[in-house]
């Protein structure tokens, strides 16, 4: 089974960046979609970024759309997220996960691996 660890999280001041990381081990991500999720504390789980592991297409929910930035570096088996302008509604744990071939929606169940999160806190 794929495994995923997320680095990169943090403090960081309204209008800040973090660049996020989601590393594989055991298998390349090549044929891997790789999706950002986030859950803030009484809210559900929100899928924001996701690449496809074919193409390199990329799909970003309107909250994140024009901040977030989404790549992938399948050498080196990771998936980034490049966070600017952050605001405090940014405020979660922030999850990567994976599925094998093409994903439907960017959404928790479309993904089957999941890495243990990250904090990011957007606080001045």
């Known amino acids: 089974q794929l495994q995923l660890v997320e680095s990169g999280g943090g403090s960081v001041q309204p209008g800040g960046s973090l660049r996020l990381s989601c590393a594989a081990s055991r298998f390349t991500l090549d044929y891997y979609a790789i999706g950002w999720f986030r859950q803030a504390p009484g809210k559900e789980r929100e899928g924001i970024s996701c690449?496809?592991?074919?193409?390199?297409?990329?799909y970003y929910a309107d909250s994140v759309r024009g901040r977030f930035t989404i790549s992938r570096d399948n050498a080196k088996k990771t998936v980034y997220l490049q966070m600017n302008s952050l605001k405090p509604e940014d405020t979660a744990v922030y999850y990567c996960a994976g599925v094998y071939g093409p994903y439907r929606q960017c959404v928790s169940s479309d993904f089957a691996s999941w890495g243990q999160g990250t904090q990011v806190t957007v606080s001045s």
């Open positions: 690449i496809s592991g074919s193409d390199g297409s990329t």
